[in-house]
């Protein structure tokens, strides 16, 4: 499961507009693009949409993880160890 | 002795001629005042002697004297004795406020006027008026410089009009201050140029321009190195301070560091400058951040994870300067 907060809703619901937030607080949100940045409630209604996209693409980014090392025929820790 | 008339045949005394001696010497008998006094016409010749402990003044008026009559005057009290204009004019090279054991001599040129030969302040005035005041020159008069502040030393400052200057002693290498700020909670932006990260800035005003700043700062940064990176650059204010030099179009930053992972941890970065920012202005240092690679979907993220998930961490971030004396 993927946690999902303000950050990435905007990053969801406007993917082409650039800004930046504090601690996650909507209150201090700067709007770098020329666009209207959105409402809270606007947020608030595409929330469970993009809590599922970024379920999604938690699970896909988990299943090709797992996909690679199992390719590579090592395990996680493994991995890390490689990394390390 | 008082100015005298003196007439045909007339016989003086040894006491007259003993008297008139002094007085032709500049001494003589003081008329002693011992209050505010407006001169006469009898006074000329003689020495008054102002002797009071508060101030007085003596006043000079028109019709009483001829050309090339004098008074000495004196003020051996503790109150100021001033020389005052009344209709005659009085000027002077000097003051005519005269302190005690001050005095001069006034000299009449004509019925009218006098000119006061300040005789102990030998035509200069102080230019003090406050505690702590110092007498110094310029390179044509005599200048006052004002105490300095509590703590100053005095130093030589040939830019200075009297080469001299307050400054705060010399800290010798020494940490004469250090200001820090830590940031605990996050920060996240999709920016693809620098923009300040709230709360991760420290301000600091230099005592001395010849103070460096030696800047220590730490930062946690995270985002997904598989599509895109989170940058830094340091700042002094506005200016960027501490660069890679410009090599065709590669970007010119402070930090970037960017570990591949797989768990999306924070990646810590830390490192340090020593600037010389030659100011006592406020100065305010901090890293700006900025997304490179990737789209405005992509996510920078400082003190937590982009995935931000319930195990993943959350980290703190510190930026310390300190002001290391000349």
Known sequence: MENIDYSKAIAFLRPNDEWSLNNNDLTSLIWHSTTTPPTK?????????????????YAEQLNAKAALLDRLGITEDEARLLLG | MAKQTFTTGQVLTAAQMTNLQQTAMGGGSPVQKTASYVLVAADAGTVIQMNSASSTT???????????????????????????????????AGSLALSQWEGGMLYFTSTSAAIFFDIVQSGSTSPLT???????????????????????????????????????????????????????????????SL?????????????????????????????????????????????????GDASSTRPQVTIAKEMVNFYNDLSGQSGSFLDSPSTTSALTYKIQVYRYGGSSTDIVAVNRTVQDNTDRPRGASTITVMEIGA
């Open chain 1, 41 to 57: 409630i606007e947020l608030d209604n595409i929330w469970e949409e993009a809590k599922n996209f970024y379920d999604a693409k």
């Open chain 2, 58 to 92: 003596i006043t000079v008026n028109t019709a009483l004297f001829a050309a090339g009559d004098s008074v000495q005057i004196q003020n051996i009290g503790a109150g100021v004795c001033t020389v005052t204009a009344g209709t005659a004019t009085v000027t002077t």
């Open chain 2, 130 to 192: 406050t505690k702590g005041d110092l007498y110094t020159r310029t390179s044509s008069a005599d200048a006052r410089l004002p105490v300095g502040t509590n703590g100053y030393t005095l130093v030589a400052d040939s830019t200075q009009s009297t080469g001299l200057a307050w400054a705060a002693p010399a800290g010798g290498g020494k940490v004469l201050q250090v200001v820090s700020t830590t940031k605990t909670d996050t920060f996240t932006t999709t920016s693809s």
């Open chain 2, 195 to 243: 923009v300040d990260v709230t709360g991760y800035s420290v301000t600091i005003t230099p005592s001395a321009t010849s103070s460096k700043i030696l800047i220590l700062y730490d930062i946690n940064i995270n985002s997904n190195p598989s599509t895109h990176q989170g940058w830094g650059v340091l700042l002094r204010n506005s200016t960027q301070i501490k660069i």
